[in-house]
């Protein structure tokens, strides 16, 4: 770690009707997961902050509704601007809370940036209807903000997430009450710090911290709050969904994955093992739409196993502040625990490791990229979202096969191909049960295009003009 990027790790707090609070009766201990330093205590929220916090969001919204939508893209405009120019900064606290390499959280925050100029102009583009009635009379569809929305944002994407979760609610004119993951809180501080600085006005953000469960049972259950957006596992987003139902509060779910991806034996085969070991790589395999259960045609299986375990288990891991990382490690030590059950469990069950399998001796929790060949589908890997550096791999022989397989498990966040040919290309990707499809590529989010899964991966979409519909309500007006 180099001592500017620890100097610059700052005090942690809540912002709450527009002050900073530092201090509360409890607090969580933030870790640096590549070292096992801590690098500062966060404030946890009482039930007085988030009462707070929800008057507060009513008073923003009311406000900030009022706003002239060009005033509002004014303001994300400068956010963004304002991340651009902060970015070391930004990256650095980032990377010194969940781990992943400075060059990936550099892009995370560009992302971030790029999101908010998106919406700013995006937000002009909400139209209505008018429909056609007798003269001197009108029908009219128009599309107003939902509400205060509560977000909850995971550890994973600690700039990009709580991005998201502002973003398209702030240009449709809502107001939020944001709670990012308690192990990543500065870099979701340093989003909202940039809001605060390109002049949003108090109320319209309030960012708290606490325990999760308390928090959402608390927000979820007053009338104040309209929506809720949650990113994380499909398990808490069903309790979630649960308790949204109470009061019948509009959702947005982006769940849990368990992206399969389909490598015919016409696929290019350097390119293939390029993009996957680069995108298996990525945050450690701690991302939602992480390449995992891989199904490649028996031709090409054992070029491709050898090929992409020399290339996939020869990254360097390391600190994600030096320059020759590679790969990071996992966020919490609870990752660390749950690979080596996973890994177990395949060996048992049959599976060869051709690759890591273990975890790094010395301090952080760094895992190796690992490599598991033959894996039968009973086993947990081929079942349950490993969020972690693991590629499971199968064979198939006919593309109904491999659909059969791609489509077996309730999870449907993103799925991948990889061939060369056009019509292999256009079949399987209308076949695959996916929100989000990728051919020859792993690249799923761009601040244009919808990022959301179907069926238990969750609902709604963020991203694209589908992100910001997805904060706004629909009034009929009838004038005769
Ligand atoms: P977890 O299920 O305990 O937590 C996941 C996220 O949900 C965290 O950000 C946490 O703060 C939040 N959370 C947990 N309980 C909550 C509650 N009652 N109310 C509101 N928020 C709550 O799991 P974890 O150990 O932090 O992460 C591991 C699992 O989470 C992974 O296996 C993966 O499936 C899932 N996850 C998914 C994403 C994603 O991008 N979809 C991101 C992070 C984690």
Redesign the pocket.
């Given at each position: 770690m180099t001592l500017d990027a620890q100097a610059a790790y700052p005090r942690l707090g809540m912002y709450i009707g527009g002050q900073w609070i530092t201090s509360a009766d409890r607090s969580h201990r933030v870790v640096n997961p590549a070292t096992g330093e801590t690098l500062g205590e966060l404030p946890l929220a009482s039930a007085a902050n988030l009462d707070e916090a929800l008057h507060g969001a009513e008073r923003g919204f009311r406000q900030w509704r009022a706003t002239p939508v060009a005033e509002r893209a004014l303001v994300l405009h400068e956010a963004a601007r304002l991340l651009r120019a902060r970015v070391d900064h930004i990256a650095a606290i980032a990377t010194l809370e969940e781990g992943k390499t400075i060059a990936e959280t550099r892009i995370e925050t560009m992302a971030c940036a790029g999101l908010f100029d998106f919406y700013a102009e995006e937000a002009k583009r909400t139209y209505g209807r008018v429909l056609v009635r007798p003269a001197g009379t009108r029908s009219l569809v128009v599309h107003e903000p939902v509400g205060p929305v509560a977000a909850?944002?995971?550890?994973?994407?600690p700039v990009h997430?709580p991005g998201r979760k502002l973003g398209a609610p702030i240009a449709a004119g809502c107001s939020v009450i944001l709670?990012?993951?308690?192990?990543t809180p500065a870099s979701a501080m340093a989003v909202v710090q940039a809001l605060i600085d390109a002049g949003c006005p108090t109320d319209v953000v309030q960012l708290v911290f606490g325990v999760?469960?308390e928090?959402?049972?608390h927000l979820l259950a007053s009338p104040i709050i309209r929506k809720v957006s949650?990113?994380?596992?499909?398990?808490?987003g069903k309790?979630?969904i649960r308790l949204a139902a109470d009061t019948v509060k509009r959702t947005t779910m982006?769940?849990?994955?368990h992206a399969p991806v389909v490598i015919f034996d016409d696929c290019d085969l350097e390119r293939t093992v390029e993009t996957l070991a680069i995108g298996k790589s990525r945050n450690a395999g701690?991302?939602?739409v992480s390449p995992t259960r891989f199904y490649v045609q028996d031709a090409i299986h054992d070029r491709f196993v050898a090929a992409f375990t020399q290339r996939y288990c020869g990254l360097k891991v390391g600190n994600g502040l030096h320059a020759d990382t590679q790969m990071g490690p996992l966020a919490?030590s609870?990752?660390i625990s749950?690979m080596a059950e996973i890994v177990g469990d395949a060996e048992v069950q049959g599976a060869r490791v051709l690759g890591g399998g273990a975890r790094n001796d010395g301090p952080g929790n760094f895992w190796q990229p690992t490599v598991l060949a033959d894996v039968p589908l009973t086993a947990r890997v081929m079942n349950d979202?490993?969020?972690g550096p693991i590629a499971a791999i199968a064979r198939f022989r006919t593309l109904d096969e491999a659909v059969d397989q791609a489509n077996r498990l309730p999870f449907g966040?993103a799925a991948f191909a990889f061939t060369e040919n056009a019509r292999q290309a256009n079949l399987i990707a209308d076949a695959l049960e996916s929100g989000m499809v990728g051919i020859n590529t792993t690249g799923l989010a761009a601040a244009d295009a919808p990022f959301g899964g179907v069926k238990q991966s969750g609902h709604g979409a963020e991203d694209g003009p589908e992100g910001l519909m997805a904060c706004l309500v629909t009034k009929t007006i009838h004038q005769v």
């Amino acid at each position: 770690m180099t001592l500017d990027a620890q100097a610059a790790y700052p005090r942690l707090g809540m912002y709450i009707g527009g002050q900073w609070i530092t201090s509360a009766d409890r607090s969580h201990r933030v870790v640096n997961p590549a070292t096992g330093e801590t690098l500062g205590e966060l404030p946890l929220a009482s039930a007085a902050n988030l009462d707070e916090a929800l008057h507060g969001a009513e008073r923003g919204f009311r406000q900030w509704r009022a706003t002239p939508v060009a005033e509002r893209a004014l303001v994300l405009h400068e956010a963004a601007r304002l991340l651009r120019a902060r970015v070391d900064h930004i990256a650095a606290i980032a990377t010194l809370e969940e781990g992943k390499t400075i060059a990936e959280t550099r892009i995370e925050t560009m992302a971030c940036a790029g999101l908010f100029d998106f919406y700013a102009e995006e937000a002009k583009r909400t139209y209505g209807r008018v429909l056609v009635r007798p003269a001197g009379t009108r029908s009219l569809v128009v599309h107003e903000p939902v509400g205060p929305v509560a977000a909850f944002a995971p550890w994973n994407f600690p700039v990009h997430n709580p991005g998201r979760k502002l973003g398209a609610p702030i240009a449709a004119g809502c107001s939020v009450i944001l709670k990012p993951a308690e192990e990543t809180p500065a870099s979701a501080m340093a989003v909202v710090q940039a809001l605060i600085d390109a002049g949003c006005p108090t109320d319209v953000v309030q960012l708290v911290f606490g325990v999760p469960d308390e928090v959402s049972r608390h927000l979820l259950a007053s009338p104040i709050i309209r929506k809720v957006s949650f990113t994380g596992s499909t398990a808490v987003g069903k309790h979630l969904i649960r308790l949204a139902a109470d009061t019948v509060k509009r959702t947005t779910m982006e769940l849990g994955g368990h992206a399969p991806v389909v490598i015919f034996d016409d696929c290019d085969l350097e390119r293939t093992v390029e993009t996957l070991a680069i995108g298996k790589s990525r945050n450690a395999g701690q991302v939602c739409v992480s390449p995992t259960r891989f199904y490649v045609q028996d031709a090409i299986h054992d070029r491709f196993v050898a090929a992409f375990t020399q290339r996939y288990c020869g990254l360097k891991v390391g600190n994600g502040l030096h320059a020759d990382t590679q790969m990071g490690p996992l966020a919490n030590s609870r990752r660390i625990s749950a690979m080596a059950e996973i890994v177990g469990d395949a060996e048992v069950q049959g599976a060869r490791v051709l690759g890591g399998g273990a975890r790094n001796d010395g301090p952080g929790n760094f895992w190796q990229p690992t490599v598991l060949a033959d894996v039968p589908l009973t086993a947990r890997v081929m079942n349950d979202e490993p969020f972690g550096p693991i590629a499971a791999i199968a064979r198939f022989r006919t593309l109904d096969e491999a659909v059969d397989q791609a489509n077996r498990l309730p999870f449907g966040l993103a799925a991948f191909a990889f061939t060369e040919n056009a019509r292999q290309a256009n079949l399987i990707a209308d076949a695959l049960e996916s929100g989000m499809v990728g051919i020859n590529t792993t690249g799923l989010a761009a601040a244009d295009a919808p990022f959301g899964g179907v069926k238990q991966s969750g609902h709604g979409a963020e991203d694209g003009p589908e992100g910001l519909m997805a904060c706004l309500v629909t009034k009929t007006i009838h004038q005769v």
